[in-house]
């Protein structure tokens, strides 16, 4: 059974910085391009971060870059999203996702939120 369960949001204040984690599990975790999106409220889902399986390649959205990275641990199953220089337009709940067979998995999210 897959599972994707993301951990690390909370509550920050403007300037400062989270990570998130996403623990995998019930699939081959190094086989897949793994992928952070992110929901605002009244917002469409976006498309935050990807890193492909072995991490050689990684892409962000343009509001992030400079900002946020993604790294992978591959033996420990975690996909990662180091966050700094929040600012309150990223508050939004954040979910790891994956695409297999044209399915895509998503974790429950976490909520970030930046504010002072």
């Known amino acids: 059974q897959v599972q994707l369960v993301e951990s690390g949001g909370g509550l920050v204040q403007p300037g400062g910085s989270l990570r998130l984690s996403c623990a995998a599990s019930g699939f081959t975790f190094s086989r897949y391009r793994m992928n952070w999106y992110r929901q605002a409220p009244g917002k469409e889902r976006e498309l935050v971060a990807t890193?492909?399986?072995?991490?050689?390649?990684?892409n962000y959205a343009d509001s992030v870059k400079g900002r946020f990275t993604t790294s992978r641990d591959n033996a420990k199953n975690t996909v990662y999203l180091q966050m700094n220089s929040l600012k309150p337009e990223d508050t939004a709940v954040y979910y790891c996702?994956?695409?297999?067979?044209?399915?895509?998995?998503w974790g429950q999210g976490t909520q970030v939120t930046v504010s002072s």
């Open positions: 996702n994956f695409r297999r067979e044209e399915y895509d998995y």
């Open positions: 890193i492909t399986s072995a991490g050689g390649y990684r």
